[in-house]
């Protein structure tokens, strides 16, 4: 297990691609840790109908302190490794993730 998160800022710099690793149908939503350079993130949410993915992004936006719509999944609709952009400056989620993962 990793405790470092490979983040990736966008070439403006007004966002970050964030990789992550979903644990869909959990007990609780949230950040669980670190994964292969990947953040873990639990949510409720069985993996049908994109009903996680759409969890996911709410549960990134409340981790980051974003409205829903700073959230947009990029790749991985269909696999537990995702990536999702997240409209937010690289220093303040690299400071958010820091906080997380302490």
Known sequence: MTTRVRLEPTPDGR???VPVRAQP?????GASG????MLKV?????PEDGRANAD???ALAQIFGLRAS???LVSGARSREKRFR???SF??????LAEILG
């Open 70 to 72: 700073a959230v947009r």
């Open 56 to 58: 996911l992004a709410r």
């Open 25 to 29: 149908g959990a007990r609780r939503s």
């Open 42 to 46: 639990a949510v409720t949410a069985p």
């Open 34 to 37: 670190a994964w292969n350079g």
């Open 15 to 17: 966002a970050c691609i």
């Open 86 to 88: 997240i409209e937010a």
């Open 91 to 96: 220093s303040s989620v690299s400071a958010r």
